[in-house]
């Protein structure tokens, strides 16, 4: 089972760290691993999120997540996305970013660096809007149900996740135009970066969640009515729509999933310039993380990990909320990229220590129940 579910990791890491040394010997071999270890441990919680998701999802998708997936966040957001932010930025073409990425390193890490608020306030917010959603639902199962219950009752105002995501924006924002105007003035238009990138952040997640969550309505309906009259479906055809009605629904779960690991890649990104500079080293050590966190995110779908350890799913959430309010953070304070993995690994290993913890207790009423 682990061999299956983490066998491509374990080729790609092979072919990585070969490629590293290759490409600049034992201080590249060592650089890549330790970009993988930052990578896995920044992107647990992605990956238990990522879960909650793609169990919903049929085999055929869960294979393309693993796929094309992949492809699209290792080329995609650890080789592709720290380029177009240098040429957006600088003003530049593509390839002459890539240049640049090749031939002036530090002028690169410098750009990119630049680029970071309207990174840190798009994804901050993307992020700030999942944590939201989850802590307003009134769910069954609470784990800090002294803080839960609560926000729950105050989740059946309209619109609320947004309006607090977007006073949180506009304080992140002004905080960051007092802070420039404190340095003569010369940075103020990033306040307006912020603002519009973090109302693009707040924008994707309600069209890609929206989309999503439409077709998941859309496809426990199709659901509900073939389990009724799975009959007089054959017959009439609707079985056909209904797998069409799949088809669109697990896009848009994909789609909303791609976006999602780009948000938790932000941090990643930006956290491996700390270590190196230099994109193929980047692509190479960051690329081997990101297939971990695929199949760490299989591997709990099938063992049904997410079931069995109920509060996992909360610690995740909480985890994206305090990634959330860091990134926010970073657009004007420096955050060590160590807290920001601690941070997500103490919340989860909480959630999982209390999940434990539930099941001896229910194991045990269950047992005195019987004696």
């Excluded at 932010?85 to 660096?113: H, R």
């Excluded at 270590?275 to 960051?286: P, Q, R, W």
């Excluded at 799913?313 to 309010?325: F, N, R, S, T």
Aim: a negative charge; aromatic letters at 10%.
């Amino acid at each position: 089972m682990v061999l299956k579910t983490f066998g491509w990791s374990f080729a790609i890491t092979a072919l990585g760290l070969v490629a590293a040394v290759l490409y600049g010997g034992w201080e590249a071999f060592g650089i890549v691993a330790i970009l993988s270890i930052l990578e896995i441990s920044l992107s647990f919680d992605n990956a238990v999120v990522n879960a909650g998701i793609l169990k919903k999802m049929n085999a055929f998708w869960q294979k393309i997540f693993l796929t094309v997936g992949v492809l699209i966040a290792v080329f995609g957001m650890r080789l592709v996305f720290p380029v177009v932010i240098v040429a957006i930025s600088a003003k530049i073409g593509p390839i002459e970013a890539v240049d640049l990425a090749m031939t002036d390193k530090d002028m690169y890490k410098q750009l990119v660096t630049d680029a970071h608020p309207s990174i840190a306030a798009f994804g901050g917010m993307f992020l700030l809007m999942i944590f939201l959603d989850f802590i307003f639902e009134d769910r069954d199962i609470k784990w800090l149900a002294w803080l839960e219950r609560p926000l729950a009752k105050l989740g059946k105002i309209d619109m609320l996740s947004a309006c607090i995501a977007l006073i949180v924006l506009v304080i992140t924002a002004m905080t960051f135009a007092t802070h420039a105007h404190q340095h003569g003035g010369a940075h103020v238009d990033k306040a307006q970066t912020v603002l519009i990138s973090g109302v693009l952040g707040l924008i994707t997640y309600m069209i890609v969640g929206g989309l999503s969550g439409y077709f998941e309505n859309k496809l426990e309906e199709e659901e509900e009515a073939e389990h009724e009259a799975e009959e007089e479906a054959k017959k009439s055809g609707k079985s056909v729509s209904a797998v069409a009605m799949a088809g669109k629904a697990a896009f848009f779960m994909f789609l909303y999933l791609e976006v999602l690991d780009a948000s938790f890649s932000f941090d990643g990104v930006i956290g491996a310039f700390a270590i190196t500079n230099d994109i193929v080293l980047m692509a190479l050590g960051l690329g081997i993380g990101a297939m971990y966190v695929r199949s760490l995110t299989v591997y709990l779908v099938r063992q049904g990990t997410l079931d069995d350890y109920v509060y996992l799913e909360h610690g995740a959430h909480y985890a994206i909320g305090a990634l959330a309010v860091i990134l926010l953070v970073t657009i004007q304070h420096e955050i060590n990229e160590v807290i920001t993995g601690l941070v997500g690994v103490v919340l989860i290993a909480w959630s999982f220590w209390s999940s434990v913890r539930r099941n001896k207790r229910l194991e045990l009423e269950g047992s005195t129940a019987e004696a």
